[in-house]
Structures are given as C-alpha cells and as structure tokens.
C-alpha cells in the first residue's frame, strides 16, 4: 500500500471523503524519509509543517535546564505529529521533532495544510480531531497519570501503545512517564 493509499485509509475512516475529493488533497503531501536520530524541528527552530507518519516513529521532546529530556508525545503510523503551538503562532519551537527508527512520512506545508482547513470541510475535520485528541491526551496525562504510581503508568502507556516496549528506547519511555530508566527496567521486570 503506498503512503497516499495509507493517508487516503485515515482520512476516509474519519471524514468519508471520497478518492476525488482526496486528489487536491494529496497534492499538497509531500513524501519524505528520515533516518533513525534525523530531527524534522530542533528547539529554536519555527515550524513549517505537519508530518502524517507511515512508517516508523518519531518523538516530541524538550530539554530541560538540568539538561533532562522530556519526551511529550510519540508518533507512529497513521498519526500526525508536528509542533502545534510553532506551527500555529509561527514561533520557536520549545521542543525537538526527532525520528526514533527509519521514518517515512507525508508532509504537508504549514500554508498548505491551513488553507485546505479553511477551505476543506474533510481536512477542517481532520484538523478538528488532531485538537481534540491533543487536548485530551495532555488531560490524561495532567490529571490520571499525576495520581498513578510508577507501574501504573506503565501499564497505561502500554495500553496506547502495545508495542512500545519493542520499538522504542527504554531511556525514551522513561522520559515520557517522568521516571529513571533503572526505575522502568525494574518494572518491566515486574509485568
């Protein structure tokens, strides 16, 4: 399956969209691969467009004083990822946009991807959803998470994505529940 069928699959089990009304659509995807540790944004950097995973994965992440990496968000295929307040205020990036393994993904302008909100009821509400589910995944993480002990928080995580363990570093994983990796080691040992 190519990635635009890939891209077509996603948008149609969400909109409805038909395949014309997917065409002016996938003009505006660009495809592009990244290898493992490629970054797509670095913290500084101001945003420029949307990613619309295929295969493999990426990460979001900032580097906190202490010289810590928190990690906000993976992207695996069938998702988008980009950073959404640069991208929206067209101001620098806090975080890093970083491939985890080999990436391909379909990229779509930030001018290009507005206009077709704007203008495209099935990508305003594609866009619609990729808000809500941002919103919601970061109450989740504020509000169940910030109550859950350790191996709790591992067990939900696996819950949203079941592979994880197997695709993703375990020092990322670690960073992205808010725990040491000899913490993570010691529970994995415990599932």
């Given at each position: 399956?190519?990635?635009?069928?890939?891209?077509?699959?996603?948008?149609?089990?969400?909109?409805?969209?038909?395949?014309?009304?997917?065409?002016?659509?996938?003009?505006?995807?660009?495809?592009?691969?990244?290898?493992?540790?490629?970054?797509?944004?670095?913290?500084?950097?101001?945003?420029?467009?949307?990613?619309?995973?295929?295969?493999?994965?990426?990460?979001?992440?900032?580097v906190n004083a202490e010289g810590m990496e928190l990690t906000r968000y993976f992207a695996f295929e069938n998702k988008f990822?980009?950073?959404?307040?640069?991208?929206?205020?067209?101001?620098?990036?806090?975080?890093?946009?970083?491939?985890?393994?080999?990436?391909?993904?379909?990229?779509?302008?930030?001018?290009?991807?507005?206009?077709?909100?704007?203008?495209?009821?099935?990508?305003?509400?594609?866009?619609?959803?990729?808000?809500?589910?941002?919103?919601?995944?970061?109450?989740?993480?504020?509000?169940?998470?910030?109550?859950?002990?350790?191996?709790?928080?591992?067990?939900?995580?696996?819950?949203?994505?079941?592979?994880?363990?197997?695709?993703?570093?375990?020092?990322?994983?670690?960073?992205?529940?808010?725990?040491?990796?000899?913490?993570?080691?010691?529970?994995?040992?415990?599932?």
């Amino acid at each position: 399956m190519s990635q635009l069928d890939l891209l077509y699959r996603y948008m149609k089990e969400r909109t409805g969209l038909s395949e014309q009304e997917f065409v002016p659509i996938s003009a505006c995807f660009q495809p592009f691969s990244y290898k493992t540790n490629t970054f797509l944004l670095r913290e500084g950097e101001v945003c420029q467009h949307n990613y619309f995973v295929t295969k493999g994965s990426f990460r979001m992440y900032h580097v906190n004083a202490e010289g810590m990496e928190l990690t906000r968000y993976f992207a695996f295929e069938n998702k988008f990822g980009t950073n959404l307040t640069s991208l929206i205020e067209g101001s620098p990036s806090i975080e890093n946009l970083q491939a985890i393994e080999p990436l391909e993904v379909l990229r779509i302008s930030k001018s290009d991807f507005f206009g077709l909100v704007e203008n495209n009821p099935p990508v305003n509400k594609i866009y619609r959803n990729i808000l809500e589910n941002a919103y919601i995944t970061s109450q989740k993480r504020i509000y169940d998470l910030q109550g859950m002990t350790a191996l709790d928080r591992l067990r939900w995580l696996l819950g949203q994505y079941p592979m994880i363990l197997t695709r993703i570093p375990s020092r990322m994983i670690a960073s992205y529940l808010g725990i040491t990796p000899y913490t993570l080691s010691r529970l994995k040992a415990q599932l």
